[in-house]
């Protein structure tokens, strides 16, 4: 089998030498290759697995079509289908209109003639977050306040891409970001994030325990998109003023795991693995 990653790491990945070494040890032959490599032979391996691709998001295009062609000559997980759709966060607007509580989000489309001012306004924000919808790693990811929104650089990403626009939610200073982790259809362990904008390095801790009321929304959130079956999959989640929570990210493609923290989720991770080999 093979293991996915990207030919330059805009930082370490934490979960790939524990994978590496609980695929070894469950007798599996396995290597790292990079997803853009052309001298990679995808059709050389069974099934292929998506790690750290952690810069798509520079060439999502290309990104999506690798996915395609990769899955078509070797089983890929998370397949192709979700790649493709998880890599261009519109699936927050997806998510509320299929009923699961989700960060109020407003679109701008490449090139839309809407300020982030005239935004704000209309649904009455004061405090920001503007981010393209295809992103990774906190990339380009800002905050904003009215009365100092900084609609040059606002402008500048909507002129490149699509845009989100999103209320800044505080109580991720204090409760932070809580991400769910689900491994073959079973959420393994809750981790606390830090509040993370461009630039600055991811803050994490746990495992914590997990709240009913986000496991529930968890599950919701996976229903909705018809995930319980993946291999594996990250929801991350806020509180709202009301303190109900909602979802901020449903990472499905190339998310930290934090298996060094749950040694029990690579264990479920590799035992999917091999129940998909057969």
């Known amino acids: 089998m093979q293991v996915v990653t990207c030919a330059e790491l805009p930082e370490p990945d934490p979960d790939l030498a524990p994978l590496m070494a609980?695929?070894?040890a469950a007798g599996l032959r396995s290597r790292v290759v990079v997803w853009d490599d052309p001298q990679v032979d995808w059709s050389q391996a069974s099934l292929t697995v998506i790690r750290s691709t952690w810069d798509y998001h520079?060439?999502?295009e290309a990104f999506v079509a690798w996915a395609q062609a990769?899955?078509?000559?070797?089983?890929l997980h998370n397949p192709a289908a979700v790649v493709q759709w998880n890599t261009h966060k519109r699936y927050l607007l997806m998510l509320s209109l299929r009923g699961v509580a989700a960060v109020p989000t407003a679109m701008l489309e490449q090139g839309s003639p809407v300020s982030v001012a005239e935004l704000c306004a209309?649904?009455?924000?004061?405090?920001?977050?503007?981010k393209p919808a295809v992103s990774a790693g906190s990339y380009q990811t800002h905050v904003m306040e009215v009365g100092a929104l900084d609609e040059a650089l606002a402008a500048e990403l909507v002129a490149a891409e699509d845009v989100l626009v999103q209320p800044y939610i505080e109580s991720v200073d204090t409760y932070g970001e809580r991400s769910l982790i689900y491994i073959d259809g079973e959420l393994t362990h809750s981790m606390r994030k830090a509040p993370r904008f461009a630039g600055q390095d991811e803050s994490v801790s746990g495992p914590h325990p997990v709240d009913a009321a986000e496991a529930e929304l968890g599950s919701r959130a996976l229903r909705a998109i018809g995930g319980e079956g993946l291999l594996y999959a990250r929801i991350d989640l806020v509180r709202g003023g009301d303190g109900a929570p909602m979802v901020a990210e449903l990472e499905l493609v190339e998310p930290s795991l934090f298996f060094a923290m749950e040694p029990r989720a690579l264990e479920r991770y590799v035992a999917g693995i091999l129940r998909r080999l057969g």
């Open 122 to 130: 209309d649904q009455g924000w004061q405090k920001i977050v503007v």
């Open 22 to 24: 609980a695929l070894d």
């Open 70 to 75: 990769a899955g078509e000559l070797s089983e």
């Open 58 to 60: 520079r060439r999502r």
